[in-house]
């Protein structure tokens, strides 16, 4: 069965604002993926952070997961309308070789 | 870094025929290779876990017989819909991940397939 959830499903902000996305998960992971999805389009891979590890950063990104609550969150700083797009986390279970993915929360950066 | 690309980008077919989705990766080799399908606003779903040389693991509730999977080599699955009926319409995308000696447990996805049955 599929797991993960994002939270909000939507939402909507202003340029130059912070985006943050969170991610439940239910079952023991390996590591955490956060990926971008423009529509109709495949996914680009955003980042990874590891089971070990609390808090990643790349660029305008911020990435931190909690495993004693199961949760993620993705903080997007200076948005730009650039970043409109479907955002999914998927977990990479410990002993599967599948990543699961969860329903996505689509942004709306408005310029 | 990793590209993966599919063909066809879009195909259109006429139902009870079937329709070949290529997945490659281009400058990595893959021993593992992925089959997601995507309804409009919703979540990716895994259909099949497709491994290089052995027979792909399919995912609860999908047809193996319907749709499927060679992995011939370590850059290339196909994904064959077989007698496809307008519910198979969908947006299908591959993900590979690299071949290393410590798993990384990351995907490379292509841009994915947009299978139209009519």
């Known amino acids: 069965s599929q797991q993960g959830e994002e939270d909000p499903q939507a939402l909507s902000i202003q340029e130059g604002e912070n985006a943050t996305m969170n991610c439940s998960y239910k079952t023991s992971i390996n590591n955490l993926q956060w990926y971008r999805q423009n529509s109709g389009r495949g996914l680009v891979h955003l980042i990874l952070i590891r089971s070990n590890e609390r808090e990643k950063h790349s660029g305008r990104l911020r990435v931190t997961l909690d495993t004693s609550k199961k949760s993620s969150s993705l903080l997007i700083t200076a948005s730009r309308a650039a970043d409109t797009a479907s955002y999914f986390c998927?977990?990479?279970?410990?002993?599967?070789?599948?990543?699961?993915f969860g329903a996505g929360t689509r942004l709306f950066v408005k310029a | 870094g990793a590209v993966v690309s599919q063909h066809p980008s879009w195909v259109i077919c006429k139902s009870g025929t079937s329709v070949k989705i290529e997945c490659r990766s281009l400058?990595?080799?893959?021993?593992?290779m992925f089959w997601y399908r995507q309804f409009p606003k919703q979540s990716l779903m895994l259909m099949a876990t497709?491994?290089?040389?052995?027979?792909?693991?399919?995912e609860q509730g999908v047809e193996k017989d319907k749709f499927l999977i060679n992995h011939a080599s370590l850059t290339l699955s196909t994904l064959t819909v077989t007698s496809a009926h307008p519910e198979d319409s969908s947006f299908y995308i591959c993900s590979a991940e690299p071949r290393g000696p410590i798993r990384s447990y990351e995907q490379y996805f292509g841009p994915g397939t947009r299978l139209t049955v009519t």
């Open positions: 998927a977990t990479g279970n410990t002993g599967g070789f599948k990543t699961i």
């Open positions: 400058d990595f080799q893959a021993t593992t």
């Open positions: 497709s491994n290089e040389g052995s027979k792909a693991t399919y």
